[in-house]
């Protein structure tokens, strides 16, 4: 299996930028949840089904984490490990969103948002 993932490697650095710079207003923006997805995401999308499918969560936090250390580390050595996990929900929302089964969209949802 291919761990080549260039778009999920360039926005996850992007999302560090942004925790760095601790802005929030941009980092709302770059945390899009509503289909139609633009060809950006669809990238993204393409690369988590092909390298990080359902099962390979673990794999999938291991990956952030190392990519976002603003998170892991945290200030005055305080990690935010729960904002690790949440791009992890939001990645696995991205992977597995179906909009035409409405519950499944809701209850993916729902677990992003928790």
């Known amino acids: 299996m291919s761990t080549n993932t260039p778009t999920i490697d360039s926005f996850l650095a992007e999302v560090s930028s942004l925790l760095r ?10 945390l899009i949840i509503e289909p139609p997805f633009t ?4 990238q993204i999308v393409q690369e988590l089904r092909r390298v990080y499918p359902k099962g390979k969560e673990d794999a999938l936090e ?3 984490s190392n990519a976002l250390p603003e998170a892991r580390d945290g200030e005055d050595d305080s990690p935010w490990t729960a904002f690790i996990k949440f791009i ?3 990645f696995t929302f991205l992977r597995d969103v179906n909009v035409e089964q409405l ?6 949802l729902c677990e992003l948002v928790q």
């Open 88 to 90: 992890v929900q939001y």
């Open 103 to 108: 519950l499944d969209t809701f209850n993916l």
């Open 39 to 42: 060809p950006l995401y669809q």
């Open 62 to 64: 291991k990956k952030c």
């Open 21 to 30: 710079q601790k802005n929030g207003t941009q980092l709302q923006d770059v």
